[in-house]
């Protein structure tokens, strides 16, 4: 069974700093990998997919990286604001009949401190 | 540009109701999912349909049932509620890879 852990569970910086979160995966036969955003009250936000045939992707101050083989990705924010603080969970899709159903981590909860 | 719709939002069930989570989507989208999300378990997979007419189990499937009569919604059936199934209920959509979240149905049961 496919588990994905996030380390760590919560995160506090300092605005402007630039920050690393880790998600690992458990079996390495993944479809994609892909990063989520939950704001208090909210539903989930897609931030970025990344193939299991792809290294990265970036989408503005955010970059993902995946190492499969090792099952694990880390998604970088760049010069932190106080509008990233969110939860954030990566979800894995396992290759095969099932790739459009995910796996989630329990998510790191991040604060911005201005 | 509504995208996915959860109703209710708030609801309170004492053990043993019944009740009905409507999920629609607005995107033309052939895939939806329920998910149940808990403090210290993150979101689980309850349901979900690859199209019209279609449901599957997912990871916690037991008390809950699903139907897709029509492609934009996805119903979510607690025939019982039961103290267990107290949670936040997150529907999705999608036509490929990246879901779409509603922002969630908060149950409570008594």
């Known amino acids: 069974k496919q588990e994905v852990t996030q380390i760590p569970a919560a995160l506090s910086v300092p605005e402007g700093e630039n920050l690393v979160l880790n998600c690992s995966f458990t079996d390495s036969a993944i479809y994609n990998l892909q990063w989520f955003r939950q704001d208090p009250g909210k539903g989930l936000t897609s931030l970025l997919l990344?193939?299991?045939?792809?290294r990265e992707q970036t989408s503005g101050r955010l970059n993902a990286s995946l190492d499969k083989s090792s099952g694990r990705s880390t998604l970088y924010i760049a010069a932190s604001q106080p509008g990233d603080s969110a939860t954030y969970l990566c979800a894995v899709a396992l290759s095969g009949a099932g790739s459009y159903q995910l796996t989630f981590g329990k998510g790191t909860k991040l604060s911005v401190i201005p | 540009n509504a995208g996915v719709t959860q109703t209710p939002k708030f609801r309170v069930l004492k053990t043993g109701q019944s009740m009905t989570l409507l999920c629609a989507q607005d995107m033309n989208h052939e895939y939806m999912y329920w998910y149940r999300q808990d403090p210290g378990m993150g979101l689980r997979l309850i349901h979900y349909?690859?199209?019209?007419?279609?449901?599957a189990k997912g990871e916690v499937p037991d008390g809950y049932n699903v139907s897709r009569l029509k492609k934009q919604n996805f119903l979510l059936g607690l025939e019982s509620a039961a103290p267990s199934q107290t949670s936040v209920y997150f529907c999705?959509?999608?036509?490929?890879?990246?879901?779409?979240f509603g922002d969630g149905t908060r149950l409570s049961i008594l």
């Open positions: 349909s690859v199209g019209e007419g279609t449901t």
């Open positions: 990344i193939q299991s045939s792809q």
């Open positions: 999705a959509s999608s036509s490929g890879y990246t879901q779409h």
